[in-house]
């Protein structure tokens, strides 16, 4: 069956790179979707990357695929306090079904 | 542009009482999807609407879980009656629903609740 797993937790100091690794199962997988709740909050989409590219950057957020060993991540350059939140890797393989993972946990510190 | 609105952010309840909770999403989404978001976990779905239909409440509890979407825009999700575990947080989302295309769901602040 479909499962995405990350790691629960990252601590990093303002100003340095985080990254953020999962994994899925599903190689059917079309989209991958990184996600952000800040507290008290929905999720909101942050970034996407279609299963036929290797990477994609936006702004500080650099996502890559690793489509053969099933390996999505995140990087934030530069990161924030403002970048602490839980982050969710999700797989989506079309009929509207979106697997969402545990998600992981940033903690920036000053 | 609102985005979706549910209500009410926090309930607390005594086991084996009725809870329901709503949702307004966004103007001219047809897909509508209810998540239960365990502590510490990612959102688990519980039903998917398109319309007015629910095409896949096959992880909805149904013999204490029940939900409508009336006219094809507001929900609401029931759990009648309410045991211990079924604490946690309730996202309702929703997107354009434009089949298999990149499908970005955008979600509400969730209803906290607290059964004790």
Not at chain 1, 23 to 43: F, I, M, N, R, V
Not at chain 1, 61 to 84: C, W, Y
Request: hydrophobic letters at 35%; charged letters at 20%.
């Amino acid at each position: 069956g479909e499962d995405v797993e990350q790691s629960l937790f990252l601590s990093v100091r303002e100003g340095d790179s985080s990254v953020i690794n999962c994994t899925y199962t599903d190689s059917s997988s079309t989209y991958l979707y990184w996600y952000k709740q800040e507290p008290g909050a929905g999720l909101q989409l942050l970034t996407y990357i279609f299963s036929n590219m290797d990477m994609k950057q936006d702004q500080r957020l650099t996502v890559l695929l690793n489509k053969k060993d099933k390996h999505l991540s995140l990087r934030i350059a530069d990161t924030q306090t403002g970048d602490s939140a839980i982050y969710f890797c999700a797989e989506y393989t079309g009929g509207f079904k979106t697997i969402f993972g545990a998600g992981t946990r940033l903690f920036v510190k000053a | 542009e609102a985005g979706v609105v549910q209500s009410p952010r926090y309930k607390i309840i005594e086991k084996k009482q009725p809870v329901a909770f709503w949702c307004n999403p966004i103007s001219g989404h047809n897909t509508l999807y209810w998540y239960r978001q365990n502590l510490g976990q990612g959102p688990e779905l519980l039903i998917r609407y398109e319309n007015e239909e629910a095409v896949d409440d096959s992880q909805l509890p149904k013999d204490r879980f029940s939900a409508e979407r009336l006219k094809g825009v507001d929900s609401t999700l029931k759990i009648q009656p309410a045991e211990l575990g079924d604490s946690a947080v309730y996202l309702c989302a929703s997107s354009l629903g434009l089949g298999g295309l990149h499908n970005e769901q955008f979600f509400g602040p969730g209803t906290r609740l607290t059964v004790l």
